[in-house]
């Protein structure tokens, strides 16, 4: 490892690496593409994304696993979501394999920035896309850039997973109908406010209800949730507002097919949650985050696995999962791209 990094003190921060992905969308089609140098962007005063927010993003990790490879973990999937947010914004799609190619090639481009096996820290990788060109009439850009960066992360968790302890939000994060349900920076300007609240008022995170009955649970500004009941049934909240969260997509086959758990992906009533023995939110980022206690305006719902530790299930989903993406369990077909031997 040439990078003179700290691997097991890194927090959840940008570094800067050595090379990134660039490719440029002008007069209708996409130029080939390139590893650049170069961390700055240099745009217009007036571009798109600038006056009207016209931009999206995917986030996943690449992992060195045990037996020493560079691999990282379904970015088709990632791909495939961008390609939705894009069509939804209004701007290009980026081809979905050389999306691919390009996670694979700045991955390639930056191995000594993929830490250690074993240090809990990942590299983690961010392709986003905007409007570049001047707009000023309200209508999508002409012109777009595709970039993908990377940043060595550390464990989510030091120390190991607490139980977090989270408040049923007053505020939506998505209209009905509206975009929720693709990574839309727009989705997250709007969260910002609130998450600062929660922040101030003890709460790690804000569960947002539906909104348009606001009676069933969507998920949290950045992760989906997962439940678990007493008898061992995952069940994960169904809504077109959430956004389809890739770690709870593969959780759920993982609690199926590896865990031999009942799963369920269907509407979940905020009056329900008292039932459920576990809780947690789930995203790239963390993998799982547990949740020990939701405040519902003053009333607690406590689940039955505590503020200590993650709940035996949530445990085990959290290792299994892991273990996938660490080489150290076998993964079903597809899942995992291998980037260097
Ligand atoms: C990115 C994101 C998630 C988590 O998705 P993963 O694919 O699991 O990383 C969940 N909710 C929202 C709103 C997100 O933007």
Redesign the pocket.
Known sequence: MSKDIDWSNLGFGYVTTDKRFVANYTNGAWDEGAIIDDPMVTMSECAGVLQYAQTCFE?LKAYRTKDGKVVCFRPDLNASRMADSCRRLEMPVFPEDKFVQACIDVVKNNLDFVPPYGSGATLYLRPYMFGINPVIGVKPANDYQFRIFCTPVGPYFKGGAKPIVIRVSDLDRAAPNGTGHI?AGL?YAMSLHNIVDAHNNGYAENMYLDPKTRTKVE?T????FIFITKDGTLVTPKSDSI?P????RSLMIVAEKYLGMKVEHREVYLDELANFAECGL????AVISPVGKIDDHGKEICFSSGMEEMGPWTKKLYDTLTGIQMGTIEAPEGWIQVIAE
């Open positions: 986030g990574k989705n998920e500004g950045g992760a989906n956004l969260s890739i770690t709870r789930c995203g790239t980022a």
